[in-house]
């Protein structure tokens, strides 16, 4: 989709209700650090481009800081609750998290590694840190006007996959479809995560070990399905905990609707 924007699609198209998502409108993706001049140009006068939502922590936006789309409003919403980590004593270093492919293999083996990668896609939809940070992308979605947003993390896939599938939830999208755009993200890394996947193997490695690389690596979608399921036992409804953990409730649905379906 673009020339250095990794990850990148449009929800456009997607099939929701007997409509569609409109085209060009909301986009998901990888950082913008690599973002050429032709993609910021497609970005500023294809897409129109108005808001920017940039879920990676504070260290990873430092970084590798997001290229400037002209006309585009910047926000950062980092999603993960470093603070509540670290006060557990429980917080990996962040030197790790910035270079992450460098250590997953060893990472793998180990039970606190493990344990992060089935409760990453869980704590994202549990915290009351990382729902404030959700609610604010989906009630700005709601007021921008005349243009696209995007929205993404350091891949792609995970954070910003949660925030598509709750978008996509507002906007009518069933448990499967929404499931199916989030899964989407493992043909993009599916030759890495095989490499790594063997290497496991090869270091004597098994399911728990090759769990990691796909969940950190790619995206687990087992991991996704428990917490959707979260979701239902705790709220009874994807549309009840919009409203009330989100403040997206009939109203703001109808109008998400009637600006990004046709």
């Known amino acids: 989709m673009f020339e250095k924007i990794i990850n990148a699609r449009d929800l456009g198209g997607i099939a929701i209700d007997g409509k569609t998502v409109r085209k060009g409108l909301l ?10 001049e032709a993609d910021i140009a497609r ?10 939502f940039d879920f990676r922590t504070y260290p990873e936006s430092r970084m590798q800081p997001d290229k400037t789309i002209p006309g585009a409003e910047y926000l950062l919403l980092p999603t993960l609750d470093q603070a509540a980590e670290k006060a557990t004593g429980e917080a990996i270093p962040e030197e790790i998290w910035l270079d992450l492919s460098r250590h997953i293999l060893q990472l793998a083996f180990m039970r606190q590694f493990q344990e992060k990668g089935r409760e990453l896609y869980p704590s994202l939809v549990m915290s009351e840190y990382s729902q404030l940070q ?3 992308f989906l009630n700005l979605i709601l007021e921008t006007e005349g243009g696209a947003v995007l929205w993404h993390c350091s891949q792609g896939k995970d954070r910003t996959g949660i925030g598509a599938a709750l978008l996509l939830a507002a906007l009518g999208a ?7 755009d989030f899964a989407l993200s493992n043909i993009t890394y599916a030759s890495q995560v095989n490499l790594l996947v063997k290497k496991i193997m090869e ?7 090759m769990d990691v690389i796909r969940a950190f ?5 087992r991991n996704f399905r428990r917490a959707l399921a979260l979701v239902r036992s705790n709220w009874g409804s994807m549309d009840s905990y919009l409203e009330t953990r989100m403040g997206i409730g009939k109203r703001e649905r109808e ?5 990004y379906l046709q």
């Open 27 to 36: 986009l998901r993706s990888g950082n913008l650090y690599s973002a050429t």
């Open 43 to 52: 970005l500023r006068d294809e897409f129109k481009l108005k808001r920017i």
């Open 134 to 136: 959700y609610a604010t």
């Open 174 to 180: 069933s448990e499967e479809t929404i499931i199916q």
């Open 203 to 209: 270091m004597g490695g098994g399911e728990e070990e």
């Open 217 to 221: 690596m790619g995206v687990s979608v």
């Open 255 to 259: 109008i998400l609707r009637s600006k």
